[in-house]
């Protein structure tokens, strides 16, 4: 009687359990809410995930197998693009210098930063996951007219990064591979 | 005397049978009929709730200006109606791909002025989440506010479904719609001249779909 009673507590602890485990994942990145821009400025929020992905690898698998390879292994794509303006610039700078402040807590290496002529600001960041896997990539761009923000969860391979920008022959994201991969 | 023998009206059971199918047919047939004309301007349930969640939230008045359903009878019948005349590939392509379709135009009340498009849309984000949709794209630019939904079950190019809300500053339009997107796909490709090298799976392919019978002629 005593396991009869025991055994529907055991599948509810580990039903929580699985369930606190899919709800986090530690590649995501929450950069908070963006209020309506002023005038004159821009909001825009892509969100692809896993099951959409998977249609865009099946697309270029024969073409690109590199390509399908690091789209399947990605479970979620998000980039988010504010338009700046005199309201909300400082705001925005603030805003992203708290995201890399966040980063830094929870443990992601920042692994690109470049200060551009222009005063553009770039950093990537990278979360690793047993040394050899990228659980997430969060990419930050600030320039005079824009703020992008991209965040990539998945499973992701430095080398498929590289590898990818070597066969679409894109000279920042094979650098961007690189470095990460170098870091690791 | 003779007794008399009053004459007697006897059906038989099939006789019963065949006047019950025939009051049937004429009552059950304008049921029927009215059903069909309705569904024209009936929406279906994701699309009404996020027509309904975009309205909640912009706490405005709201006036219907038009809704409008094309199911798949007749999407089908369209398809079968323009698949004789001569159009461009391209064209046939995308009349193919189009499975349902519905869309819904609302303008805002005079004095009426819709709430934060922010909030209006992370409101519309919880409804449509809980009925299996992600919100793909959103774009707030001003008074104007653009968001695309894609069904979570989307696995296959063969059953894309989606819904996509813009606002302006005083009309709200509500689309969806579904598709199987294997035609255009073989349009693109085919320009591309992508089918020899690619050697796509059958579920791409379409040997045997209905574009290429019309790209021959």
Redesign the interface.
């Known amino acids: 009687m005593k396991r009869l009673m025991i055994l529907p507590l055991v599948l509810a602890g580990l039903a929580a359990g699985y369930s606190v485990r899919a709800e986090t994942s530690g590649g995501e990145v929450d950069f908070g809410?963006?209020?309506?821009?002023g005038?004159?400025?821009?909001?825009?929020?892509?969100?692809?995930?896993s099951?959409?992905l998977?249609?865009a690898a099946?697309?270029v698998e024969?073409?690109e197998p590199q390509a399908a390879k690091l789209l399947r292994s990605v479970r979620m794509v998000r980039v988010n693009v504010v338009?700046l303006t005199d309201e909300n610039r400082d705001a925005m700078e603030k805003r992203i210098a708290r995201i890399g402040r966040e980063l830094d807590q929870q443990g992601w290496e920042r692994n690109v930063n470049v200060q551009g002529k222009e005063g553009e600001d770039v950093g990537v960041y990278t979360k690793t996951r047993g040394g050899e896997a990228l659980e997430g990539v969060a990419i930050t761009v600030l320039d005079p007219k824009h703020l992008v923000l991209v965040n990539v969860v998945g499973d992701i391979r430095p080398d498929q990064i590289a590898a990818l920008g070597e066969s679409l022959h894109i000279k920042h994201l094979k650098e961007v591979g690189t470095a990460i991969k170098q870091n690791d | 005397m003779k007794p008399t023998s009053t004459p007697t009206v006897s059906c038989s059971s099939s006789e019963y049978r065949w006047l019950g199918v025939l009051l049937a047919f004429f009552f059950i047939t304008p049921v029927l009929l009215v059903l069909g004309v309705t569904s024209y301007f009936r929406l279906n349930s994701d699309t009404r709730a996020l027509r309904s969640s975009l309205v909640e939230a912009s706490q405005a008045e709201w006036q219907p200006q038009l809704s409008l359903n094309l199911g798949s009878l007749t999407c089908g019948a369209i398809r079968y109606g323009l698949s004789s005349l001569p159009l461009e590939p391209e064209a046939h392509a995308a009349v193919q791909a189009v499975r349902r379709a519905e869309v819904s135009l609302l303008r805002l009340a005079p004095g009426s002025e819709p709430a934060?498009?922010?909030a209006m849309l992370?409101a519309t984000d919880a409804v449509m989440s809980r009925r299996g949709w992600?919100?793909?794209?959103?774009?707030?630019?001003?008074n104007e506010l653009v968001a695309v939904y894609?069904s979570?079950?989307?696995?296959?190019?063969r059953r894309m479904e989606s819904c996509m809300v813009v606002l302006t500053g005083e009309q709200l339009i509500v689309a969806s719609a579904r598709a199987n997107l294997q035609p255009l796909?073989d349009c693109v490709l085919n320009e591309r001249g992508?089918h020899a090298?690619?050697?796509?799976?059958a579920?791409?392919a379409g040997a045997e779909g209905e574009y290429r019978r019309h790209a021959q002629h």
């Not at chain 2, 992600?134 to 001003?142: A, K, L, M, Y």
């Open positions: 809410k963006f209020s309506a821009p005038k004159g400025s821009e909001f825009v929020e892509v969100q692809i995930k099951n959409l998977s249609l099946q697309l024969k073409e338009g | 934060d498009r922010a992370e992600d919100r793909v794209v959103g774009v707030r630019e001003g894609v979570a079950k989307t696995t296959s190019f796909l992508l090298r690619l050697r796509l799976p579920d791409l």
